[in-house]
């Protein structure tokens, strides 16, 4: 596991600016953390590191699950924590812009990367005694050749 201290907003610019010219697409990146912990924010600037304008405004997709997003690759950035089970997956259609070479960047994706089809990046937000930090792993190969690259990025 890879661990990335995170003090400030620049940092964690810094976190994606460094991962998104390493993204092809079909990637699964998944962001976990408690309310708050960043996961949005990270996303914004992994976004706009690949390209995204500013003008285009990039906001959690609580509500409406899927955004999807045209940059130097296309991201499909998901937040699934209204779903109630792997069942309403399907009609998301991710496994099939994944499939499509897509990136995907989910939030709260934790209990459905297998149905994603695995080969995930981990990316943890931590706050712990007002430091936060960021927990990166990998279960695969693409994900494992990410996690090396961030590494000595």
Same mark, same amino acid.
């Given at each position: 596991?890879?661990? *990335? ?23 699964? *990146? ?7 912990? @960043? ?11 690949? @390209? ?9 997709p609580t ?16 937040d699934l ?24 960047? *989910? ?10 089809? @695995? ?35």
């Amino acid at each position: 596991m890879l661990t *990335v201290p995170l003090p400030t907003r620049r940092a964690t610019k810094e976190l994606a600016k460094k991962l998104a010219p390493l993204l092809r697409g079909g990637e699964l *990146v998944v962001l976990a953390g408690e309310l708050g912990a @960043g996961k949005t924010f990270f996303t914004r600037a992994l976004l706009r590191a690949l @390209g995204l304008p500013e003008r285009e405004p990039v906001t959690s997709p609580t509500f409406s699950l899927v955004h999807e997003h045209e940059a130097r690759i296309e991201i499909a950035h998901a937040d699934l924590y209204r779903l109630k089970d792997a069942t309403e997956l399907p009609e998301l259609g991710l496994y099939d812009k994944r499939a499509n070479g897509a990136a995907l960047v *989910v939030e709260w994706g934790e209990p459905y990367a297998k149905e994603l089809g @695995g080969d995930a990046l981990w990316v943890r937000f931590v706050l712990e005694a007002g430091a936060r930090r960021a927990e990166i792993s990998s279960d695969g190969e693409r994900s494992a050749q990410l996690e090396r690259a961030l590494a000595t990025a």
